[in-house]
């Protein structure tokens, strides 16, 4: 006999019958897997109190808003930069680690343009404001972000 997807089945005792209790007591007995009384035996029980989900309802927070899980930016203005480096430095979270203007090497970087530069200073894999961007070009540095 030729196999087939219409020829196909699955192998004997892989597939049972779905088990209905509390339907009588000839399904499963008198209490039907349900306990004694309480609140979980009777009929019409939330899902919050019966999946353990009421704990985790408690705990979300219930104001209105939204808070991003994203990380936020370590920032380091241009004004440190400037007593920090000197002309023709790379500007780096590394860098900027070593130097100890920031803190974590992985999290993103965003340099603020507060203050002024004196120094050509090129700046690589950090978030650059509009306002550093220009002043950091208007001394002859460059921004790869």
């Given amino acids: 006999m030729a196999i087939s997807l219409s020829t196909l089945r699955s ?3 892989a597939k049972r019958s779905k088990r209905r209790v509390g339907r009588g007591l000839g399904s499963r007995g008198t209490t039907a897997g349900r306990g004694q009384k309480g609140q979980s035996a009777r009929s019409g029980v939330g ?3 019966r999946l353990g989900m009421r704990s985790l309802m ?11 899980l994203a990380p936020k930016a370590q920032t380091v203005n241009l004004e440190t930069i400037a007593t920090k480096y000197i002309a023709g430095e790379y500007v780096t979270p ?3 680690m070593r130097k100890g203007l920031i803190l ?3 999290a993103p970087v965003k340099i603020l343009g507060n203050g002024e ?5 090129t700046v690589k894999n950090c978030l650059v404001s509009a306002s550093a961007s220009e002043k950091i070009t208007k001394v002859g540095g460059t921004v790869n972000a």
Avoid: C, E, N, Q
Wanted: charged share 20%; net charge positive.
């Fill in 47 to 49: 899902g919050l109190a």
């Fill in 117 to 121: 530069l004196t120094v050509a200073i």
């Fill in 58 to 68: 408690l705990a979300t927070p219930k104001m209105r808003g939204f808070k991003s």
């Fill in 104 to 106: 974590d090497k992985t």
């Fill in 94 to 96: 590394v860098t900027l």
């Fill in 11 to 13: 192998a004997l005792g």
